[in-house]
C-alpha cells in the first residue's frame, strides 16, 4: 500500500493549522483542487499536488538477516496562491504578501520532521521555493487571477514491504 496519501493528508492538516488554523481551512486549501482560488472571500489558498514521481525501495535489514522495511520517498507540491487586486500596492505588494506567507508557511514547516509524527513517516525537508508566477487562464500577465509560489516538500516514509515484494 502507498504511504503517499499518508503524507498527503499529513502535510494538508499541517498547513490548515498554519498561524492557528486562521488562514487556511477546508474552504481555502485542498488537494489537487484548484476550485478553492475562486471559494467565495478567499484572498489566499493552499493546494497540494503531486509534484514529482515516488521511488521505492525495499531496505536490507539489520546483520541478523531482518528484511522488510519499505520505503517510499514522495515529492509534494504546496502551491500558496494570492488573490491580485487585493489591497494597495499592486502587484508588488501583493507579491510581498506572497513571500512572506511562503516563509511564514516554511518556518511553520520546519519543526515538523515527521508531520506531527504521522504514520508511517520518518522524514520531511523542504526541497525548494520557487519565485512568484501569474496564474493565468490565458498565459497572460494581465489576465491573471492569483500570484502563486510552490514549496517542494519530500517525504520519506516507512512501512512493511508489501506482500511478493521480499523472497524468503
Same mark, same amino acid.
Given at each position: 500500500m502507498s504511504t503517499y496519501p499518508i503524507a498527503e493528508s499529513a502535510l494538508l492538516t499541517l498547513i490548515r493549522a498554519y498561524s492557528g488554523g486562521t488562514v487556511f481551512d477546508e474552504a481555502n486549501s485542498s488537494v489537487d483542487n484548484w476550485l478553492v482560488l475562486d471559494a467565495n472571500g478567499t484572498e489566499v489558498a493552499a493546494v497540494l499536488e503531486m509534484a514529482g514521481p515516488t521511488t521505492e525501495a525495499v531496505i536490507?535489514?539489520?546483520?541478523?538477516? &531482518?528484511?522488510?522495511?519499505? !520505503?517510499?520517498?514522495?515529492?509534494?507540491? @504546496?502551491?500558496?496562491? !494570492?488573490?491580485?487586486?487585493?489591497?494597495?500596492?499592486?502587484?508588488?505588494? &501583493?507579491? +510581498? &504578501? @506572497?513571500?512572506? @506567507?511562503?516563509?511564514?508557511?516554511?518556518?511553520?514547516?520546519?519543526?515538523?520532521?515527521?508531520?506531527?509524527? +504521522?504514520? /508511517? &513517516?520518518? /522524514?520531511?525537508?523542504?526541497?525548494?521555493?520557487?519565485?512568484?508566477?501569474?496564474? /493565468?487562464?490565458?498565459d497572460k500577465v494581465e489576465d491573471a487571477t492569483h500570484v502563486a509560489q510552490q514549496i517542494v516538500v519530500q517525504v520519506l516514509c516507512e512501512s512493511d514491504a508489501p506482500e511478493g515484494e521480499i523472497d524468503g
Open positions: 536490507d535489514g539489520d546483520s541478523y538477516g &531482518v528484511y522488510g522495511e519499505y !520505503q517510499e520517498t514522495h515529492t509534494i507540491g @504546496l502551491w500558496l496562491c !494570492q488573490k491580485r487586486g487585493t489591497g494597495d500596492g499592486g502587484d508588488g505588494a &501583493v507579491k +510581498a &504578501v @506572497l513571500k512572506a @506567507l511562503t516563509e511564514g508557511m516554511k518556518d511553520h514547516l520546519r519543526p515538523y520532521r515527521r508531520l506531527d509524527s +504521522a504514520p /508511517s &513517516v520518518r /522524514s520531511m525537508r523542504l526541497m525548494r521555493t520557487t519565485e512568484p508566477a501569474y496564474i /493565468s487562464p490565458t
